[in-house]
């Protein structure tokens, strides 16, 4: 009897494998998006939550590099603050239990995500604006959300260790922050305008638009 399933993979080979696979995911979400009827909003936040716990599962082999932060910055953007945190929560505590480990850091990383989500809500009118989404701007906000939501989580470690251990892992963590946000420029570029392009056709009525438009921020 082969054992054809037991080959060792490298690093480079498996992060190719599990890109791959997530190009196949990506696929199939677009597919499955068209399937879904118009204003279908929860239907799409389900669909990205499928898409966010995979990219931070496949993805882990890139320290800090995941499309999460993207994700729902673009969902508070054409959702709301509210779907948005629901995303966030929803794929932090997900991907937490199936693969990522469970623990504090999993509520610190659900607040993080959907408070970068109030921010895509609160500038929703300058991201999105005629329907297009201003890229580069879109970018610079997900960088900085990047570095912001690393600071934030790393508060978590007060839950074992003493405050003056606090400043020495944010130092020591700085690469890695700056992976997060260089990583969240790389999927703007990638993901961003067809993402956008998707989630404008499960968007709410143009009566709920109004009000929401009319709101002060």
Do not use: C, K
């Amino acid at each position: 009897m082969y054992d054809f399933h037991n080959a060792a993979l490298s690093p480079n080979q498996s992060l190719f494998l599990n890109v791959a696979i997530l190009s196949i995911i990506v696929l199939s979400l677009i597919r499955s998006e068209r399937s879904l009827r118009d204003q279908s909003q929860w239907g799409m936040l389900i669909l990205l939550a499928v898409f966010g716990v995979s990219g931070r599962i496949l993805l882990d082999p890139i320290p800090n590099v995941q499309p999460v932060t993207v994700l729902v910055l673009l969902a508070g953007a054409y959702y709301g603050a509210p779907r948005a945190l629901a995303l966030a929560a929803t794929i932090a505590l997900a991907s937490n239990i199936i693969f990522m480990g469970h623990g504090p850091w999993t509520l610190f990383q659900a607040i993080g995500w959907g408070a970068i989500g109030l921010v895509g809500a609160n500038l929703s009118n300058h991201i999105v604006v005629g329907g297009r989404i201003r890229i580069g701007l879109l970018a610079i906000i997900a960088a900085a959300s990047g570095l912001a939501f690393n600071w934030f989580v790393s508060l978590s470690i007060l839950f074992e260790a003493d405050s003056s251990m606090l400043v020495p892992y944010l130092l020591n963590g700085l690469v890695f922050d700056l992976y997060h946000a260089a990583g969240n420029v790389v999927f703007v570029a990638w993901m961003a305008s067809p993402l956008g392009e998707m989630m404008a056709r499960h968007r709410s009525s143009p009566a709920f638009e109004l009000v929401r438009e009319g709101a002060p921020n």
